[in-house]
């Protein structure tokens, strides 16, 4: 993929941030961008990307108690740069498992 010269910073900056931990929709978000846009200059750029669970089981015990103060399943997933998709199932999983 070219970039335009004046976006290469940003294309630094953001392989930065996403080798730092954050994920894609955060950098999107923090970028202006779509998530997809985001992921082809990190893959133009030779990022390996990250696969499986986005959120740690410390970040779910963080989730959990969000979610007992009232957060709803976006706002959790703002917090983490993860999509809602992510954090619902997880929530039902954890909420399976301490039933």
Request: charged share 30%.
């Amino acid at each position: 993929m070219r970039i335009r010269r004046g976006l290469e910073e940003q294309r630094d900056a953001m392989v930065a941030d996403y080798l730092s931990g954050k994920g894609s929709v955060l950098l999107a978000r923090k970028y202006g961008l779509v998530d997809s846009t985001v992921i082809k200059h990190l893959k133009a750029s030779g990022v390996r990307m990250r696969t499986g669970e986005k959120l740690t089981s410390e970040d779910m015990i963080e989730v959990s108690r969000l979610r007992q103060s009232g957060w709803s399943h976006q706002r959790i997933a703002d917090q983490f740069g993860a999509n809602r998709s992510t954090v619902s199932p997880r929530l039902r999983r954890e909420q399976r498992r301490n039933a």
